[in-house]
């Protein structure tokens, strides 16, 4: 077996393929040392991949990255011998990789921040470190030639570890939107224990709804205030109202209103009001939609990550006492801190 320790390296200089030796400060050993971290990033992302496509997809892009890493620890004599360099073929992989990825993780519309969970948080990283060697790649040009494959493959390659990261993003909100279900599920069921399986016969959605419509009846309950509670889903259909005893004959339609409200929005209802009066952006807001848009508090959107659920609307108190209600249901329900 090869010698792990040659001590050729002991003057601070290393060798290239093709016999070259070099300063191991150089810009080259800078970049193909920053390559390789960044093949090491992205191993510890893959080892917490189940085993299968896409795990096997990463191992490939790392198989890659070896090639690419190599031909920038060769000299010109050895970059002429070196067989299977990076080329186009290489980059429409990270392409399709980055598109398949993005079929099911869907279209990003806001700001990612990295750490949703540890599995797409080492993705995030991973892409950091992809960026940091592609600045290095780039910076060898200024003094040496590097191929335009290269480049073009690191440049691809920071944003196909950034959809994984996505990819992974959008397990974990599926992992809790099935947390929730299963919860809501046992409070409609009555079931109870960690062996409180799900049941085949309820809709998760209803079950959902269910909940939310308890945890703010047992609310509004505490406050004595009879209520009006409505749940919608994404397109803003009714899937669960409930009308307390004795709550406002007009509650009925405000609750479907700011259930719908939230959701057809987006967000909150005293948020959305906020924008539509005193000079905001959005003027004028209330009297489209066939007068559905209802500006004032207690209504939000359901969301678990990206994915809308639908919305939750409250009536039959004042503002103040609705959005307490619809807070506390959200935090009990769907996890949400407010």
């Known amino acids: 077996m090869a010698a792990v320790y040659t001590r050729t390296g002991d003057g601070g200089d290393t060798g290239l393929f093709g016999g070259a030796r070099v300063a191991k400060q150089s810009l080259r050993v800078e970049a193909y040392g920053a390559v390789d971290e960044a093949n090491t990033a992205i191993g510890m992302a893959k080892a917490t991949l ?8 990463v191992h490939d892009v790392q198989l890659r990255l070896f090639t690419l890493a190599g031909e920038l620890a060769s000299d010109a004599d050895g970059a002429q011998i070196l067989a ?20 099911v993780a869907g279209v990003q519309r806001s700001f ?8 797409s948080g080492l993705f995030h990283w991973a892409r950091t470190v992809v960026r940091r060697a592609e600045r290095r790649v780039l910076t060898l040009t200024e003094t040496e030639p590097v191929r335009a494959e290269v480049i073009q493959y690191l440049n691809r390659l920071s944003d196909a570890v ?5 990819l992974t993003e959008h397990w974990a909100d599926m992992e809790r939107i099935e947390q929730i279900v299963r919860r809501a599920v046992r409070t409609a069921t009555g079931a109870g224990g960690a062996g409180g399986g799900i049941s085949h016969d309820v809709d998760p959605q209803l079950a959902r709804a269910k909940g939310l419509l308890d945890a703010g009846r ?3 309950l505490e406050m004595g205030v009879p209520m009006v ?6 397109a803003g259909n009714i899937v669960a109202l409930e009308r307390m005893a004795d709550s406002l004959l007009a ?17 909150r209802t ?3 009001g906020a924008q539509a009066v005193g000079g905001g952006p959005l003027p004028g807001l209330s009297d489209s939609n066939q007068g559905r848009v209802v500006l004032f508090g207690g209504g939000a959107p359901l969301f678990v990550g990206d994915t809308l659920l639908g919305g939750f609307g409250v009536s039959g108190g004042t503002v103040e006492e609705d959005i307490v209600v619809v807070d506390h249901a959200m935090r009990t329900v769907m996890g949400v801190e407010v």
């Open 218 to 220: 047992t609310r509004a």
């Open 270 to 272: 005293e948020v959305i």
């Open 229 to 234: 509670l409505c749940v919608v889903d994404a």
């Open 112 to 119: 990612v921040v990295p750490g949703r969970d540890e599995r």
């Open 50 to 57: 189940p085993d299968g496509d896409w795990k096997d997809r």
């Open 162 to 166: 950034y959809a994984l990261a996505r």
């Open 251 to 267: 509650s009925i339609e405000l609750a479907q209103g700011k259930a719908w409200t939230s959701a057809a929005f987006r967000q």
């Open 84 to 103: 299977g360099k990076i080329a186009d073929a290489d980059i429409t992989s990270l392409e399709r990789l980055i598109d398949d990825c993005l079929d």
